[in-house]
């Protein structure tokens, strides 16, 4: 677990830094206004970069600690948080071309099949609904949704 | 009596047959989150504020608040009937409802989680009508200094409060001010931490991370385990009544409960989780049968779940007198209230009464709906159980998107949703408490602006938060808390550091 902490740690000691950069980019004090926009966030950088390093002298003086149980994913679990997530990115890239009631569509059709491993004719029905019946009772809410090349979906 | 009046003229409005509906719509929508596993208060809030994009901000935020507490209920049915908590706040539930359903008597179980919800939710709302305008009268005298100071009050007993280190939490509520400044300055119109990408510009939503966080966060966290888990049970419920011999010890329970709970809601940085597991063990510190707890005691249900509701509608009152959300759900609420042009605080109750008073009254009317609505209904909610999560999830992820993206039609937010999802999964792998960061959020811009003008006040003199009484007050408060709340940690600290020395 050390190990991981020093890299948590270490992430966020190196945002801060930064915050920091960025915010000298801005006026720290402005003239007429009090504090600049760069004033804020310039103390808040510093106070992360501090936690951070608070932390990771703890860390180093700590004995150290091995992995809490499960916290290394199984295999068959990292495949299921890949589908997941790329089907979610793949979804956002093809909305805007292909609208979203067929984007959706497939997304359904993909997750109901590689995770939920429903059969056929239920993943078409539930990914009917969870596109096409989604668009049509946001639709009713006044809610728009991408319609893609079709322009009507 | 002047709140009393304006009450009535909230109801008025309350009860128009629009406001009802949505009302009605809000507490269903809420049971069903709550029952539905995987899906707690703060993202189904979240989740259905697209629903209300539309409405006018009356209607919008009576449906929230529906959503908010009938999500509090909802969760108290999976506990009793199959002993699966809808949300962390039932946790405590299960302990005797699930007992007492396997009695056969889920039926006085979830009636006595009813009765004392409605008590604990009708007296915490007539609360709020009490303390609403003394206290927003008190806060009227505060200029940006003394709510600046009153703000960092807030955040500490949140950061104080939550998860197992103060430093996590810290950092936590740093990220969420970070996230927070992105976009244009509000004081003097420059563009930060937007790196030339356009829509930053507009700053990050809150509904968007929220989504992240909790939405595909809870999921890929579940993903990782199993999608395999079926809920099951027949929930078959009969009286709602509980024996005669019961009602004396569950009024007191319910009157503990209440009290308990509505004291809780006060302080920003509990949550209800607090307030049902600190009733529990005080009902079983005064019963003469400490030892029969566990084994389906009816004060195990009512204290409890009369404590959760109570601090459900409590917890409202800082939210609209100060401007102080004190729990993620609040903060979403605060959020939404912010998107239809409200800003919640002492300003809310003498610029927009007629809405503030028409949602408190939906409040009452809210807890009547809930009442009536599922008790009868107990055995339809048991029947949903049976969706396999991995069914619901896809749909959940649908929902998400429809709504990042209905929230501005940008894809942009679908995509920071995505990417929120990822960091809320990995500061839960991590322990990283996410109360802190969606309150600071929604707070940030506002800590900054009364920050800022303070000081420009001052010619930027910061001992102007030291001079006025009123902030000294609260800067003392905020100091003692995060001595206290390191204090507390200090100890385990030390104690883990010896622990590992001996390994």
């Given at each position: 677990m050390s190990r991981v902490n020093y890299i948590v740690w270490g992430v966020l000691l190196a945002f801060g830094a930064f915050v920091i950069r960025e915010s000298l980019?801005?006026?720290?004090?402005?003239?007429?206004?009090?504090?600049?926009?760069?004033f804020f966030s310039f103390w808040l950088g510093m106070l992360l970069m501090v936690l951070s390093l608070v932390q990771i002298v703890m860390i180093y003086r700590r004995p150290a600690e091995p992995l809490p149980d499960g916290f290394i994913p199984s295999r068959e679990g990292i495949k299921r948080m890949l589908s997941i997530m790329g089907a979610l990115t793949a979804s956002l890239f093809l909305m805007e071309y292909l609208g979203f009631s067929l984007t959706m569509m497939g997304f359904c059709i993909f997750l109901l099949r590689?995770?939920?491993?429903?059969?056929w004719w239920l993943t078409l029905v539930l990914a009917v609904a969870a596109s096409f019946g989604a668009t049509y009772l946001f639709g009713l809410l006044q809610v728009m949704l991408p319609k893609g090349f079709l322009g009507f979906i | 009596m002047e709140a009393f009046q304006h009450l009535m003229t909230g109801f008025a409005a309350a009860l128009s047959p629009m406001n009802l509906m949505f009302a009605t719509i809000g507490c269903v929508l809420g049971t069903l989150i709550g029952v539905l596993p995987g899906l707690g208060p703060a993202a189904g809030t979240a989740l259905l504020i697209p629903i209300t994009f539309k409405l006018e901000p009356t209607s919008a935020i009576i449906m929230l608040a529906a959503i908010y507490y009938g999500a509090m209920y909802g969760g108290t049915i999976t506990s009793v009937l199959?002993?699966?908590?809808?949300?962390?706040?039932s946790v405590v539930t299960c302990l005797d409802g699930y007992e007492m359903a396997k009695q056969g008597r889920a039926g006085a179980a979830l009636g006595i989680a009813a009765i004392g919800s409605f008590f604990g939710g009708t007296v915490a709302t007539f609360g709020l009508v009490l303390v609403a305008l003394p206290l927003t009268r008190f806060a009227l005298k505060f200029g940006p200094t003394e709510y600046f100071s009153l703000l960092l009050v807030g955040l500490t007993l949140v950061m104080g409060l939550a998860g197992k280190s103060l430093a996590k939490a810290l950092v936590m509520g740093i990220l969420g001010l970070i996230f927070s400044?992105?976009?244009?300055?509000?004081?003097?119109?420059a563009p930060r931490f937007t790196f030339g990408v356009a829509p930053l510009m507009d700053g990050i939503r809150f509904v968007p991370v929220v989504m992240g966080f909790f939405g595909i966060g809870e999921i890929l966290i579940n993903a990782e385990r199993s999608l395999t888990g079926v809920m099951a049970g027949e929930g078959k419920v009969s009286s709602f009544f509980p024996r005669r011999d019961e009602w004396r010890i569950s009024i007191t329970s319910i009157l503990r409960g209440t009290g308990l709970g509505f004291f809780l809601g006060l302080i920003p940085g509990t949550n209800s989780a607090v307030a049902s597991f600190m009733s529990y063990s005080i009902e079983r510190k005064v019963s003469s049968h400490p030892d029969k707890f566990g084994t389906g005691v009816i004060e195990g249900v009512a204290a409890p779940e009369t404590a959760n509701n109570a601090y459900a509608n409590a917890a409202l009152i800082p939210l609209f007198t100060?401007?102080?959300?004190?729990s993620p759900t609040i903060a979403i609420l605060m959020g939404a209230l912010i998107m239809n042009g409200l800003t919640p605080g002492p300003l809310l109750f003498s610029q927009h009464a007629a809405f503030v008073w028409a949602v408190i009254a939906s409040l009452y009317i809210g807890n009547i709906i809930l009442l009536i609505l599922n008790l009868p209904l107990v055995g339809w909610w048991a029947k949903l159980l049976k969706i396999p999560y991995n069914i619901l999830m896809v749909f959940i992820l649908v929902f998400c998107i429809i709504g990042a993206y209905s929230?501005?039609?940008?894809?942009f937010d679908v995509g920071m949703m995505i990417f929120c999802g990822l960091l809320g999964y990995l500061f839960k792998k991590l322990d990283f408490p996410l109360a802190p960061a969606i309150l600071t959020l929604i707070l940030g811009p506002l800590m900054e602006q009364s920050l800022r003008e303070s000081l420009s006040v001052s010619q930027g003199d910061f001992t102007i938060f030291f001079t006025r009484p009123i902030s000294l007050f609260f800067l003392i408060l905020a100091g003692v808390i995060m001595v206290t709340s390191a204090w507390q940690a200090w100890p385990a600290a030390i104690r883990e550091e010896s622990k590992g020395a001996e390994v």
């Open positions: 980019n801005h006026k720290y004090y402005g003239s007429d206004f009090g504090p600049g926009p760069g590689r995770l939920g491993r429903q059969p | 199959i002993n699966v908590p809808g949300e962390a706040a400044f992105v976009g244009v300055d509000p004081v003097e119109g100060l401007g102080i959300p004190g929230l501005n039609n940008s894809l």
